[in-house]
Each structure stands twice: as C-alpha cells, then as structure tokens.
C-alpha cells in the first residue's frame, strides 16, 4: 500500500515514499523473483491458482504524483499497479487531512493518462475520502455507487476496484461496495471481516529498507489472515 511519490521531508502521516527509494523497492521484489500488478490481475491470477509471484501494488488518493514519479518506475520494473481515485476532488488536493503539505490530486486527464498505461488499473477511493463506517445511508451510497458510475464514465472502462478510505470497513460498508458492482474491496487490517470485499494490505514507506521489506514479506502472511481465491 502505497500513496503519494515525492519529496518526503514534511510527512506527518508518513505517506510518502521519495522515487529513489520506491526503486529500490520494485527492484527488491524483482530480485526476489516477485512482480508488481494491479489488484484485478492479482486476483485473476489466484482464482485460476496461479499468481504465488504477484504483489499487488497500491496507490491511494490518486495524487498528481502517480503519473509524474511511480509510473516511470513502474514501466522501468515492468510492472502494473492499482490507483485508487477520488472523482468527488479531481484536481484538488488532500484536504481531508489537517495536517502536512498539500499534495495536488490527478485531474480527468491525469485519470485518463494513468488508466491507458499497460498493467494500471483504476479504481475508486470513494468520492471525497470519508470514513464510511460513519457515513448515513445516502452518503454510503453516493461515495460507492456514484463514485464508480462518474469514474466508469471517465476512463470509459468497467471499474472493479474499491478501496476504503483510511482502511476503515465493516458489514454494512462491505456489501455496499459488493451491491454496487464492484468486484472487490481494499482494507488494511480487516480481522475478521477479511474476504474479497475487505482484502488486508501492507503499508510500505520511506524507512522500508530491503531488511524490513523483507521482514515485512515474510511476517504478512502469519499478521493477516489469507484470503481465500475466488473461483
Ligand atoms: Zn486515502
């Protein structure tokens, strides 16, 4: 689970990672004989039991720096990955956040330029980045089956990717996302939830040196629960 790619030196939420070290990231996981796609590829690739060589690869929000800084280093690695976007804030910033810089998002046309790479897919983040846990039942609805109808027709593709903001899901939030034609749903550490409408993920960030990296891949399956491939 990645976010924004940049400069990292005013990072309260600790979601920057700078693209020197990004590279050395995707460099890792080739080394290992890993490769980085996107989610939908992920899950394919498992559901025909295959795919024990694939990580998932996540970037939250859709900042402007996805187009500009990670997919030069992806396309280097050969690697494909997930964006997931906020069509509610196209072209404005993280103005969810309090605190720390403010980091520009994608417009359509960044949307557009990210979603005709080979190997990207684009998903929805929700239309503005609530906490739908919290959200009433028209809000619910508004930020997951609108938000995948204004996207669909922005990239002019089939949008099968949801992803909670700040990884917060339960029941009523996950059959929301099912019930509105979405194929699966990204959290981060869903406990019992876990499933293909609540898959965990790893934050990776700037202080993810090999060692850790490492750590990090080896511990994930003992700290989440598997999820079961869909046949
Ligand atoms: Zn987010």
Not at 3 to 23: M, N, Q
Not at 106 to 113: A, F, H, S, Y
Not at 120 to 130: D, Y
Not at 137 to 157: P, Y
Request: net charge positive; charged share 25%; aromatic share 6%.
């Amino acid at each position: 689970m990645y976010h924004s790619v940049g400069d990292c030196s005013d990072d309260p939420y600790r979601v920057t990672v700078s693209p020197e070290r990004l590279d050395r990231q995707l460099g890792w996981l080739r080394r290992h004989g890993l490769r980085g796609v996107c989610v939908r590829d992920l899950l394919a690739a498992r559901a025909r039991g295959q795919g024990r060589d694939l990580v998932g690869l996540t970037f939250d929000d859709g900042y402007a720096d996805f187009v500009e800084a990670a997919l030069p280093l992806l396309r280097h690695h050969g690697f494909g990955a997930t964006l997931f976007v906020l069509p509610g804030r196209l072209g404005g910033d993280n103005a969810w956040d309090p605190r720390g810089p403010r980091k520009p998002l994608l417009d359509e046309r960044g949307i557009r330029t990210a979603a005709a790479c080979e190997g990207v897919e684009v998903g929805s983040h929700g239309l503005t980045h609530v906490d739908l846990t919290k959200a009433d039942d028209t809000v619910l609805h508004a930020e997951v089956a609108k938000s995948r109808a204004v996207l669909s027709e922005l990239i002019g593709a089939h949008v099968d990717g949801f992803c909670y903001p700040y990884g917060t899901v339960d029941r009523r939030v996950a059959d929301a996302v099912r019930d509105a034609g979405y194929g699966y749903g990204c959290a981060i550490d869903p406990g019992p939830l876990t499933g293909p409408y609540a898959l965990p993920r790893l934050h990776v960030g700037e202080r993810d040196t090999s060692v850790r990296l490492f750590l990090k891949h080896k511990l994930h399956r003992l700290r989440r629960r598997p999820v079961e491939a869909v046949r």
